[in-house]
């Protein structure tokens, strides 16, 4: 359809990464070229306005509001992605995918939930649909767990895949401030949305793991598999005990594949203060693969931003270019003989660490510790953290063993409904 | 020549990890086959000796001591060189691309000395020349470079590549252990060879250096190219002197282009001790590329073992198996517009720190201050660290800001020529 030595690319969204593409596009046009072995020409842009000023300002004629004159253009080989949100980005990268078009796409939103069917239509239509860009921004995660690993079995992928978060936990723990300041500085920073519950519940988070997921354990996961909880409970406190013990606290997105079923999860975790993910700070992301032949591979860098994002992008552009994938669209799709269903999040096992305030009397650590022995959970530790004995109150800290995730649930009712338990004030899981 | 559904593989040599490669093609192989789209078939296998006792023993048929049966066997598509070495493996590689096999190759004294002429011959041939398992283990580096980052300009490559010396180093860092009993260790734990040269002097990391700097830059940077200086001369007061400033002390492969050429240098260098580098503790590697639009990205992970280098060059062959690189050994030789050749050591611009005894009674530090200020080296920090009064001698620490190379070498000999100077105990640069 085109000359064999120019790839034709329509843009969908103009906001700051498809401004950056466009840039980018346009100012290392030479080295891309040459890296590419083709000329990358960027033919149409869709825009919801074409009037509105432009960062990076296009010629008029490349600008539309109408899908169909990308999708129409026979010089249009690439479509790259950047609208973001599941709709209507969702039924337009199927559009193109029908349309015989490549797609590139940044879409963690469509990727996390019709990335299985859209890898299945690309695969039946003989064109590809490449996602670097949805997982890590600049950071090389999805390319490498295809092609760079790919003799491995993966067994777990585990990270800190939020930037807003991190940033905002690492203000806690580096500055003891509380979790409202650091979110209002976030805010500030321009790191979180004027509304910012996509982050800070782990939402976000959820939908870059179904993706990671599905790509490494070869499974259709959606991120309505993934169980998240945010990071809003989270008290400075809980900060200054976790170092105590030798943690940091983290949001981590974390998949593992055993025996048993695959995980899924993303929530608050005390992890041990001299690992390499408990070092990620600020907006930074960094996600660890656990394989069969390799080990434990970390991949540390930019989560976010235009430039790095339009880094991940063209490099999807590049090897659809270089016709690198021969067999588009298969991976994430194929089945596998092993399980490929998400264990419900009561059946997972890990360590807790719970804070509450009781009653400081005589015999009410007996009570308490009865109501983990009643359920067959161990306990590592306790520690009385303060005593207030004008009130007769005392908080203290209990980290157990590993234990059932329901098991622990049923604890924290049993707990509640002793008399001498004042507050259950956080549980947070324990990986180490 | 083969059956397109079968890719017929020829290893040479069945060290450790010709056998971990041979083991995982057998036992795998089933997984590979759905992961390459083909059957990855071992045909033939060079070894020197016949009769050997291997600890993944092979049909006695697939065994041979002469090249020729495998150059000669058109079943064969991929040559997996792991013999190690320059000669005769340099050979060995050539001769099988001239016979038209792609070749994957785990093998940096050849990739750093002839990688340019190497790539070079395969692109005539038209076949591929992949080097995934010649730096960092099972950490991918070479792909990333090659495809993940290929949109982007690469600034810097910075790592820890070689893991027995950072082994040595971390026991000296943590444990206060000397350099003599740290290596002693090493060389228990099988971490060192019995001549520890290669490693200790920065030999090792002179090569990876070298493969990765070619790449990053598209220049042909050889192993000859490379600066390096060693860890022998340490001690642990370095060690202490340099935490007490901030910082730890790695041995760190730092390649770099600007405006004014490229820099390729292998030595001890004091970091600050919360940088992510400084934490890659053990055997481990890391590398950090340092790019135009991605920003920094690291990539942590095992740098040595059967298994980790199996999984990257069985990475290589699944890449070749697909037809995944279209033009083949372009890479690394393609040249470039700007600056190849690398720049002397005396051109060098960075901080130095300089531990020397000298005599206590006044007036020595206005003789030593002013040998840098007479050479326009500016100083940052003096710091005297032990006094003997009865010696009438004192330990004195010089942190200098960014200097020339030169410079400091023209100051460490005048001030060997100073009296006062009783002897000049360590020179660590000093890079944050």
């Known amino acids: 359809v085109t000359d064999s030595k120019t790839i034709g690319i329509g843009l969908l969204g103009l906001g700051g990464v498809g401004s950056g593409v466009a840039r980018v596009l346009t100012e ?16 149409r842009v869709l825009v919801r306005d074409l009037t509105k000023e432009r960062d990076f300002p296009l010629p008029a004629n490349l600008l539309t509001t109408d899908l169909d004159d990308v999708l129409a253009d026979p010089s249009i080989d690439i479509l790259v992605e950047v609208l973001g949100g599941q709709t209507p980005a969702n039924e337009y990268i199927l559009r193109a995918v029908s349309a015989g078009k490549h797609v590139v796409t940044a879409n963690k939103d469509v990727m996390a939930r019709y990335g299985p069917a859209i890898l299945e239509a690309a ?30 079995e993966i067994i777990a992928v585990n ?55 599905s790509l490494a354990f070869q499974a259709p996961i959606v991120d309505t598999d993934v ?42 975790v005390l992890i041990p203060v001299d690992t390499m993910i408990a070092k990620v700070d600020g907006v930074l992301n960094a996600v660890e693969v656990e394989t069969d032949l390799a080990g434990k591979v970390l991949f540390h860098g930019q989560g976010a931003g235009a430039m790095p994002t339009t880094s991940a992008i063209l490099a999807d552009v ?52 009865r109501v983990f022995g009643d359920l067959q959970i161990s306990i590592a530790s306790v520690i009385q953290k303060e005593i207030d004995f004008k009130a007769l109150r005392a908080e203290i800290v209990i980290v157990t063993n590993r234990a059932r995730e329901s098991s622990i649930q049923n604890a924290l009712q049993d707990l509640a409904a002793l008399e001498v338990v004042l507050e259950i004030g956080t549980m947070i899981r324990v990986e180490d």
């Open 28 to 43: 290392k046009g030479e080295q891309l070229t040459a890296t590419a072995g083709a000329k990358l020409v960027l033919r």
């Open 123 to 152: 695969a039946e239509q003989g064109v590809q649909v490449l996602y670097e860009a949805s997982v890590g921004g600049g950071t090389p995660i999805i390319g490498p767990l295809q092609r760079d690993l790919a003799a491995n």
């Open 159 to 213: 990270g800190i895949v939020n930037g807003t978060t991190n940033y905002i936990l690492t203000r806690m723990a580096h500055d003891g401030v509380d979790f409202a300041e650091a979110l209002k500085e976030a805010q500030d920073l321009g790191y979180a949305e004027p509304d910012p519950t996509n982050d800070v519940e782990g939402i976000d988070a959820a939908y870059k793991l179904a993706v990671l997921a």
């Open 227 to 268: 169980y998240h909880e945010g990071i809003t409970s989270l008290t400075a406190r809980d900060f200054l005990y976790g170092r105590e013990l030798g943690y940091t606290i983290k949001l981590m997105a974390m998949a593992r594949r055993d025996d048993h079923g695959i995980e899924a999860r993303v929530h608050p």
């Open 318 to 369: 590049i090897t659809i270019t270089k016709g690198q994938m021969e067999r588009p669209g298969t991976t994430a799709v194929a089945p596998t003989t092993g399980e490929t269903s998400v264990k419900p999040m009561a059946d997972v096992e890990t360590k807790y660490y719970i804070r509450m305030n009781i009653a400081e009397r005589p015999g009410v650590l007996a009570q308490i510790t």
